[in-house]
């Protein structure tokens, strides 16, 4: 067996208002069939900041908390608009992406809820939606920051994020 561990700075860049440096750590195994297994890792923004994620499609979820997770923000996620509620009040996010539609209590329902929290607060509220159909005027309100539309590129998420962390 074959044991190799990588480490180094591959790429440096910037992101919401800090430094972010890329450094892959790769630790590659190799067994007697020429089976590999690989892992890399990246060193996180300088200035994180708390993000909760609600979706009740476990895919989007796993996906959204993935990605900005490797941005360097903290991360929270719930499946429901009543544990939202509850998580927001726990949690205090900067950031909030919430699914429109979800039984029991949808996302227009969580920011009902939570408005005047999120305004004097100014946590910034974004619906997920596949039925993108407010206008900036009846999304702010509402007291939403904006929406982001399903089905969604992952680099308009990193791009949405980046400007809403920045």
């Known amino acids: 067996m074959l044991l190799r561990v990588q480490a180094g700075c591959r790429k440096k860049g910037s992101l919401a208002g800090g430094s972010l440096s890329f450094f892959p750590f790769g630790l590659s195994l190799k067994f007697k069939y020429n089976y590999s297994i690989c892992f890399f890792a990246k060193a996180t ?3 994180s900041k708390k993000i909760l994620l609600v979706d009740d499609e476990e895919d989007i979820l796993e996906i959204l908390v993935e990605v900005i997770s490797s941005l360097g923000h903290e991360v929270r996620s719930g499946a429901d608009g009543v544990g939202a509620v509850k998580l927001y009040a726990e949690f205090k996010p900067d950031v909030f992406l919430c699914d429109t ?66």
């Open 101 to 166: 539609n979800m039984p029991g209590m949808s996302g227009l329902d969580v920011l009902k809820e939570i408005k005047e929290d999120v305004l004097s607060r100014g946590c910034k509220f974004l619906f997920i939606t596949g039925e993108p159909d407010w206008t900036s005027s009846e999304l702010t309100e509402m007291g939403a920051y904006g929406f982001i539309a399903k089905p969604f590129e992952l680099d308009e998420i990193e791009a949405k994020i980046a400007e809403l962390t920045s």
């Open 45 to 47: 923004s300088v200035s």
